[in-house]
């Protein structure tokens, strides 16, 4: 019989999230923020869901463009993120003029 040892690691209740804000965000062509800086750090995560007509792009932080992105939402697809990214998130649809749902999870 192996030897095996449970290791239990407890998690602070002021780790989970308490507070949530839904936004709706009107995207076109040209780059905005649609999640701004959090410097004290009590983002505890976000999510992002096309509901637009058209494709979007945001990107981590930098102004993002077509060339540079880090994700591409087709209309109705969805993001969580899983980095616990505390900086801002700039997004633009890809033509025309499209929307996000975007959820902020923080603690307060």
């Known amino acids: ?33 649609i ?10 995560g976000f999510a992002i869901e096309n509901d637009g007509t058209v494709a979007m792009i945001f990107a981590y932080g930098a102004t993002v463009t077509a060339a540079a992105r880090s994700i591409r939402l087709e209309p109705g697809d969805y993001f969580e993120d899983t980095f616990n990214w505390q900086g801002a998130i700039s997004a633009m649809s890809v033509s025309g003029t499209g929307g996000a749902n975007i959820t902020e999870l923080t603690i307060v």
């Open 1 to 33: 019989m192996g030897l095996y040892r449970a290791f239990v690691q407890s998690t602070p209740a002021t780790s989970f999230p308490n507070t949530s804000a839904v936004t709706e965000a009107a995207l076109t062509t040209t780059a905005s923020v």
């Open 35 to 44: 999640l701004a800086n959090r410097p004290a750090g009590n983002r505890r």
